[in-house]
Structure formats: structure tokens, C-alpha cells
């Protein structure tokens, strides 16, 4: 409705899509980032619990190398209690896959779906490349299909890229932030392409919301301003008035609603390849318009994402040029003459 002042209907088109999917909780979305808080009330029954490993008695049942991991792993402190310290984690989660149609809270992208948690970042939001690294391998080799990836920064990785390629050939999608600099800053695991579906992140008038990155490695755009989802409270204040939702802005939000896309695809149909699946949610968008204040026609992708198209319509083939350069053998193309693509 465009409630906060914005253009009506420049949304992702979910709950039209909720009459044909509501997820699956076969699906496994592997969140690689500050933790989950999987005790909060509209994801716990969500969270996916490692059905090899029996909790709490100190052995690795299913031998996978952690032990007692029933929810996850946190690779930032070694240990089995992925617990979000930040609430950043939570956030994504909830726009993923929040449980719908239960009374309260919020509704996820997905009503129903496994969400792995995948702490490798602390409390103070910040980590290691190789703890998620660890986390990616884990993630993959326990099960998650998707991963959502809303970290990243602007240095590059050879290990990081090859961790992803790693996961690529295992059959995983990875979805990643394109970054909040609001520039044309290329930011990492975004650019890893074709590993990953970078996220640009839009606003209530469909434009590119003003701190998101843009530039060729953006494969996608998704809404990123004034998101709400779950989150967990950190503080006594918090605790007292049980802030348990909350707004929050990024590419970060933005990615977390293309892995729920993804997952709520799968879901409908799982013998999908990964190259099947990001290309039936790349190319149904809606095309956005780019921010004007940037001062360059350049496309957010193939545009804003939107659910009820990729779950019903055969995705189109869509031809992205920078230029066409033809000619005939005169060099100029005359009215009537038809030439070559080069
Ligand atoms: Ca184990
Ligand atoms: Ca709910």
C-alpha cells in the first residue's frame, strides 16, 4: 500500500505468492552470520536441529567434527551455542523464514523452513575470513541448500572464493549484500561471481536506496529500508519491554529476503539445479529504476525481486548489452537492412 509514504505495490509480491507456496521445511537455509537467537518466538520452531546428533552428551554422533551441534555452530568461538550476541543474525532469519500464519510476530518469506545457524560473527558484528570459511563448508556438508551471506567488506579472498566455489560444485546457492557504502565500491563475497547473487538494496519508491553499493557485480535488488523482523534483546531496558522486533536497514535485509525467495522456489519445486534457481528469481523481476543522484544509467541487476513471478512464470531470457555495434558493408545500417549482433 505503500504505507510509509512510498509507491504502492513495489513490494516482492508475497503474499500473492503465499497463495501458491508457503515454504517447506525441507528446505535448509544456512544463515552465515552473528548467530540466531533460536529460542525467540517466531523462529524456533523454524530452526533446524541436526537430526544425527543427540544434545548435550559430549559426543559427535554423526561425526561431522562438532560436537553436540544441534542448531549450528559458532565458529567465532568454538564452541555449540550459535546464540545471536548481536542481532544482526536474527534479523535475517526472520525475513527468511519467521513462522507465518501463527498469530504473532511477523511472517517470513517461508512460513515454514529449516534455518541453520551459522555464528561466525561476535557480538560486536565483527569476524574472521577463516571462521567463515568453516562456516560455508559446514553449512554445505550438513545439509543447506541456500546461504545467506550478509556480510562482507573490500578486501579479497582467494581462500573465501574458493570455499564458495567449493560449495558452488556441492550444489548450494550463496545470496550476498552488495554493500552499504552507496557507492560503486566492489565488495567481497558479492563479487565472487558465479558464485554468488550479490543484493542491491531498494526503498518504498522501488529506487536504489540511497546506501546501497550498485555497480556490475550486482546480480539483484531486494527492499533494505525500514525492514522489519525479528530481533533479540541485548540489554536489561530491552529485556523488560521485550524487544523481540525491530527495523533495521542494509543490504543485509535486502539479501535475506532473496535467500527466502530462493528457499520459497526450491520449496515448490526441489529438483531445480542452482543455475535453474537463480536464474528463475533473476530474471522474474520487476526492473527498478536506478537513483538518478548517481549520475550513471546503470541497471540494480536485472531489477527488484518479485515471488509471485518466480513461482509462476517461466523465467524470460533477457538480454543485458552495454552496446550493440552493428554494421553492413558500408558500414551504416540503413532503414530496412538487418545486421548482426557483435
Ligand atoms: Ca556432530
Ligand atoms: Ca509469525
Redesign the pocket.
Known amino acids: 500500500t505503500g504505507q510509509t509514504g512510498g509507491v504502492p505495490d513495489v513490494d516482492i509480491d508475497a503474499p500473492e505468492a503465499w497463495n501458491t507456496e508457503t515454504g517447506d521445511s525441507s528446505v535448509v537455509v544456512g544463515v552465515v552470520d552473528t548467530g540466531i537467537d533460536y529460542n525467540h518466538e517466531?523462529l524456533a520452531e523454524n530452526i533446524w536441529t541436526n537430526p544425527g546428533e543427540i544434545p548435550g552428551n559430549g559426543i559427535d554422533d554423526d561425526n561431522n567434527g562438532y560436537v553436540d551441534d544441534i542448531h549450528g555452530w559458532d565458529f567465532a568461538y568454538d564452541d555449540n551455542d550459535p546464540m545471536d550476541g548481536h542481532g544482526h543474525g536474527t534479523h535475517v532469519a526472520g525475513t527468511i523464514g519467521?513462522?507465518?500464519?501463527?498469530?504473532?510476530?511477523?511472517?517470513g518469506v517461508n512460513w515454514d523452513v529449516q534455518i541453520m545457524a551459522l555464528k561466525f560473527l561476535g557480538a560486536d558484528g565483527s569476524g574472521t575470513t577463516s571462521d567463515a570459511i568453516e562456516a560455508i563448508r559446514y553449512a554445505v556438508d550438513n545439509g543447506a541448500r541456500i546461504l545467506n551471506m550478509s556480510f562482507g567488506g573490500t578486501s579479497a579472498s582467494q581462500t573465501l572464493e574458493a570455499a564458495m566455489q567449493y560449495a558452488w560444485d556441492a550444489g548450494a546457492v550463496m545470496v550476498c549484500a552488495a554493500g552499504n557504502d552507496g557507492t560503486h565500491q566492489v565488495h567481497y563475497p558479492g563479487a565472487y561471481d558465479p558464485y554468488c547473487v550479490a543484493v542491491a538494496a531498494t526503498d518504498h519508491d522501488d529506487v536504489r536506496a540511497g546506501f546501497s553499493n550498485v555497480g556490475p557485480e550486482v546480480d539483484l535488488a531486494a527492499p533494505g529500508v525500514a525492514v522489519f523482523s525479528a530481533t533479540r534483546y541485548l540489554n536489561e531496558w530491552q529485556e523488560t519491554h521485550r524487544f523481540i522486533y525491530g527495523t533495521a536497514n542494509g543490504t543485509s535485509a535486502s539479501t535475506a529476503y532473496v535467500s527466502g525467495l530462493a528457499a520459497l522456489v526450491l520449496s515448490q519445486d526441489p529438483s531445480l539445479t542452482s543455475d535453474e534457481l537463480v536464474d528463475r528469481i533473476k530474471f522474474t523481476a520487476d526492473p527498478v529504476l536506478t537513483d538518478p543522484a548517481l549520475g550513471e544509467d546503470e541497471r540494480l541487476g536485472t531489477g527488484r525481486i518479485n515471488a509471485l513471478r518466480a513461482l509462476t512464470e517461466p523465467p524470460a531470457c533477457v538480454l543485458l548489452v552495454d552496446a550493440v555495434t552493428v554494421a553492413d558493408a558500408d558500414g551504416r545500417l540503413s532503414p530496412g537492412e538487418t545486421a548482426d549482433l557483435l
Do not use: K, T
Not at 507465518?100 to 511472517?107: E, M, P, S, Y
Open positions: 517466531d519467521a513462522v507465518g500464519d501463527n498469530g504473532i510476530g511477523i511472517a
